[in-house]
């Protein structure tokens, strides 16, 4: 499976998580509010956030449904489900706790 | 949180595997309208609208892979991949009937080979004891100088329980033996079989009675007492509708009533393999039983009926139980040296007792088994050459799947399903030929007085088995293709049709499977013809005595409870009466007649004038208990001195008549007649030899020369005898007149068992060799006709492969002949090769049955001199048909070849 560029393997998941905590989405809009949020920092590739949402949906975490955008277009929407939220709070904790480790042990280098 | 989960996952999976296309669309539409968004964004950027969706395109990196990557998020893609390559198989199976339908029924035959007698051998060796840890049961057996499997008297089994440290607890039982049972006084007794056992019986064991209870521990405690029964399940059913309310009810065996206790559960049937006690008894109620009239049974120790087993305690460890019973046995000898001479003890596990090496049974059907799996590995070689052939014929259509990006693993997969279809088609039908021989052995009857139940039975043991058996024969007959198949470099095999890589690797294994071909079938020959031949011998020689004409008629006085005097003046009666019926010539009595099914007495003696070997006190031969009649009415001849008489009352003088062989073994060239043997040991009562009689055949037909003594039954009374007629006409016409001069003698006493000689002789001669030869036969033929095919197959393959090589041959002058010999002589070459093998594998099968079966030994040419040519002729015209082929064909024909 191709890797979206410049995120830390099995961050993508988090991020599809949070911006899905949100509000629910389709796939282009998640795309988009993905970039805008990281001020264009975090980018995947087109399509290869298909792959992971699919992923997410098989795990129960996110369920999928067809509704109209505001163009008046069907598009599939994606939100969090209850066993979603809680696999965000375990994984944000997991990243809060790896992130303050790195920055820790990063700091400690430059001293 | 798991059952959460698979609450919101559940509807998914089911979702991917039946609403595919739905799926599938609303996945397409999902990236379309990505798709769309991109476009839109390149043109709002000024992009062409075509140069916009290519980049669109481009960005997305294609939209097939995308899929792709989704559908495999989906978990179910192995199930999904699975269930086209299915499809595929079946599709691709279906457009070669001809190929599919050879394979299946080879396969068919393999696996219905191998599962036939692995349920025979499963009931004879594997299968566990029907109780809950059957493992921790073991058997304890007393041993002696003739036999290292012996049982153990009442009073032995008593010390064994009380001392033995390494039990959770021992348990007695004796045989299943017949016992005249009735529901009411008065009604006539009916033969079953009885058992009779310790009162832990059930509780050690682990047997949970269906209804009611087992036996209290203090029900075997006081002789004669406690008269409670366990019925059996299947009796329970038959005689009982099954109803529970038996319980309390009052049932007479052997004339004494019995309270019924309980009833033993339908997962219990019996501890013993062949037969299943109707009706179980506590050891204590052992005088209404068939022991031993000569002995007592609840105080000496040397009146061995009962077998001995035992639950290992969770600390114990079986080295340790043979230390300890080791040492029992050696306190046992202290005690009573004299008993006790030559006689040690030993614990046996249950495999250990079901391979004893003085049964035939078993190995017989262990020898039937490798056959069945020579068969099963002639089956899957010729499946796999098969399977190799056709995959050649596929190289084009893998090798365009290869280049499309297939990964070889996929294709491997592919491959393999086609050869599970076709084994588990396969399987079914050799589960159907197993079921049915199944059935066909169990109708088999076996002339015994109580029903002996076959051990054999279709159940899940053998349907896991077969289905085994079949899985690992589709992975050894499809692997091998398969991944030669996929190894083919892809540029050669998309270029031309059918290339041959160059090398001699890639025959090879053809090769060998043809070799090991010829020679698994020439040693299946070979047994067929050795069987055949032994059995025909045993069937045509002569038992030694005059079969025809003659009834057996067996009664037990023991079973209505007749003393000594009342059981002498019956049988008298009876005798006289029967020789006065319309068409008998003369009677006899005789406690066990020849080659029936029960065992003979063993008899201890010393022979007077015989230096004794040093380790030895006695010697045993088996015996028989006959009156006067006997010699005549069985035509037995007596060769020197005289048969008995009326005059060897029991106060005259003892005497005993042996046969030749015996004779001859303790007095080489001397006359036996006159001759004196003591009974039991050096002190026993002194015998004189008063006849000599000619050795016949005892047990079976197939049987060596054995010791045999008979004694008269005027000194040695038995209340378990066999009526002997000869008659003038058919002798089940006096079947009722007996029957009706035992009613008029004795109204409750039953006829235990009622057959024609010939009927046991029939049994011994054909029926049971006859199931045997057909056995071993079929594997053979069926062996014969997959290497028939395996070696046609080989040398058609190699032909056609050489098709172009011998056009050019023959345009440069070969002649037919020189093209025949080139492409017959490797077939000549590998029959050989085979043949050679097989010849070392058939003299190594010829051996082991002669000594294991039929005692004959020694090899014999003629059945060489049959098989091998035999063999030679079948499989060259094999190879010759195809090599005919292509010696006719025509030489620009061959050159276009492709």
Not at chain 2, 782 to 801: D, H
Request: proline share 5%.
């Amino acid at each position: 499976m191709s890797k979206p560029n410049d995120l830390v393997l099995g961050t993508l998941d988090l991020l599809l998580l949070k911006i899905l905590a949100l509000q629910p989405l389709h796939g282009w809009a998640i795309g988009q509010r993905l970039r805008s949020m990281s001020g264009d920092v975090l980018q995947v590739s087109e399509g290869s956030l298909y792959p992971a949402l699919h992923k997410l949906e098989q795990e129960g975490w996110i369920q999928a449904e067809w509704k109209q955008t505001e163009n008046n277009r069907r598009a599939k929407f994606y939100a969090l489900t209850r066993l979603g939220r809680k696999q965000l709070e375990t994984e944000t904790a997991n990243w809060e706790r790896l992130s303050a480790a790195i920055s820790q042990v990063i700091r400690l280098s430059e001293a | 949180m798991r059952i959460e989960h698979w609450w919101f996952t559940a509807p998914l999976r089911l979702r991917s595997l039946f609403r595919r296309r739905q799926v599938e669309q609303e996945l397409d539409e999902e990236l379309q309208f990505h798709l769309e968004h991109l476009v839109e964004e390149g043109i709002a950027q000024g992009l062409a609208p075509a140069e916009a969706r290519r980049r669109a395109l481009l960005a997305m990196g294609g939209i097939e892979q995308r899929k792709e990557e989704v559908r495999d998020t989906r978990r179910v893609s192995w199930l999904t991949d699975f269930v086209a390559d299915f499809r595929y198989a079946l599709r691709s199976l279906r457009r070669t009937p001809a190929l599919t339908g050879f394979v299946v029924v080879t396969l068919a035959l393999g696996i219905g080979m191998t599962s036939t007698p692995f349920s025979m051998l499963d009931g004879l060796v594997f299968r566990p004891y029907p109780v809950p840890h059957p493992r921790n049961v073991v058997s304890l057996v007393s041993t002696s100088h003739d036999n290292p499997y012996d049982f153990w008297s009442y009073r032995e089994y008593l010390d064994l329980r009380a001392q033995a440290k390494s039990y959770d607890g021992v348990v007695a039982h004796t045989t299943t033996v017949p016992i005249g049972f009735s529901r009411a006084r008065g009604a006539t007794p009916q033969v079953r079989g009885g058992m009779l056992v310790s009162a832990n019986f059930f509780s050690v064991l682990g047997v949970e009675p269906h209804v009611g209870r087992g036996f209290r521990a203090d029900e075997d405690v006081a002789p004669g007492r406690d008269a409670v029964t366990v019925l059996g399940p299947d009796f329970w059913k038959r005689e009982f509708a099954s109803d529970p309310a038996v319980v309390g009810k009052k049932v007479r065996v052997n004339g004494t009533e019995f309270t019924v206790v309980g009833v033993a559960p339908e997962s219990f049937p019996s501890i013993q393999q062949w037969q299943r006690p109707d009706v179980y008894l506590p050891l204590a109620m052992a005088h209404v039983f068939s022991t031993d009239p000569q002995k007592s049974f609840f105080a000496d120790r040397d009146d061995r009926e009962l077998l001995v087993k035992a639950r290992l305690a969770p600390a114990a460890t079986l080295a340790r139980a043979r230390t300890e019973i080791a040492g029992l046995a050696r306190d046992f000898a202290r005690e009573n040296p004299a008993l006790y001479r030559d006689r040690s003890a030993a614990v046996r596990t249950q495999r250990e007792m079901q391979t004893r090496g003085d049964r035939q049974e078993w190995k017989f059907i262990a020898i039937g088994q490798l056959l069945g799996l020579a068969v099963l590995l002639v089956a899957c070689t010729n499946v796999a050459g098969l399977l190799l052939s056709r995959a050649r014929t596929r190289t084009r259509e893998i090798a365009i799947r290869l280049a499309l990006g297939s990964g070889r693993s996929r294709l491997v997969r592919l491959l393999l399903t086609e050869s599970l279809v076709l084994a588990v088609l396969g399987a079914a039908g050799g589960i159907a030929i197993a079921y049915f021989a199944i059935g066909l052995i169990n109708t088999f009857q076996i002339p015994t007085d109580i029903p002996v139940v076959p051990p054999f039975q279709f159940d899940l043991r053998v349907l896991i088995a077969s289905l085994v058996v079949a899985s690992s024969s589709a992975l050894l007959c499809g692997l091998a293709p398969a991944l030669q198949s996929t190894r083919g470099d892809l540029v050669n095999g998309l270029k031309s049709s059918d290339v041959d890589a160059p090398g001699r690797k890639r025959l090879w294994g053809r090769n060998a499977l043809v070799v090991a071909q010829v020679a698994t079938s020439l040693m299946l020959i070979t047994a067929c013809f050795v069987m055949a031949r032994d059995f025909r011998q045993a069937a045509l020689g002569t038992t030694g005595f005059a079969k025809d004409h003659l009834l057996m008629v067996r009664f037990d006085s023991r079973l209505v409870q007749y003393d000594a005097v009342r059981t002498k003046e019956f049988y008298d009666l009876l005798e006289r009466r029967a020789a006065a019926a319309a068409g008998v010539t003369s009677v006899a009595l005789t406690e066990s007649p020849p080659l029936s099914l029960d065992a003979f007495e063993a008899l201890s003696f010393v022979p007077e004038g015989f230096q004794m070997p040093r380790d030895r006190e006695s010697f045993t031969s088996a015996m028989d208990t006959v009156d006067e009649g006997y010699f005549a009415t069985m035509g037995v001849p007596i060769l020197r001195g005289r048969g008995f008489l009326r005059a060897d009352t029991a106060e005259a003088p003892r005497v005993a008549i042996v046969n030749e062989r015996l004779a001859e073994r303790y007095w080489p060239g001397q006359d036996a007649v006159g001759k004196r043997i003591r009974l039991d040991h050096r002190g026993g009562p002194p015998v004189e030899i008063v006849g000599v009689a000619r050795t016949i055949k005892y047990r079976a037909p197939t049987e060596r020369p054995t010791d045999f003594v008979y004694l008269p039954l005027a000194q040695h009374r038995r209340e378990r005898l066999v009526l002997l007629l000869r008659t003038t006409g058919d002798p089940l016409r006096l079947a009722d007149p007996v029957r009706d001069i035992a009613r008029t003698l004795a109204p409750d006493m039953p006829v235990v068992e009622m057959r024609t000689y010939e009927n046991l002789v029939r049994y011994h001669t054909v029926e049971g060799p006859g199931i045997a030869i057909q056995t071993i036969g079929t594997m053979g033929a069926v062996g014969v006709l997959l290497a028939m095919a395996g070696l046609y197959g080989l040398v058609s393959y190699n032909v056609n492969r050489r098709t172009r090589e011998l056009g050019i041959r023959m345009a440069i002058g070969a002649g037919r002949g020189a093209v025949l010999r080139l492409v017959i002589g490797k077939g000549l070459c590998l029959v050989l090769i085979g043949t050679a093998i097989g010849l070392v594998l058939a003299f190594g099968i010829e051996r082991v049955l002669s000594t294991a079966i039929f005692g004959s030994g020694g090899v014999d040419v003629a059945v060489y001199l049959v098989a091998v040519p035999s063999m030679l002729a079948v499989t060259m015209l094999a190879a010759y048909v195809p090599a005919l082929r292509a010696s006719r064909i025509a030489p620009t024909l061959a050159l276009r070849y492709d």
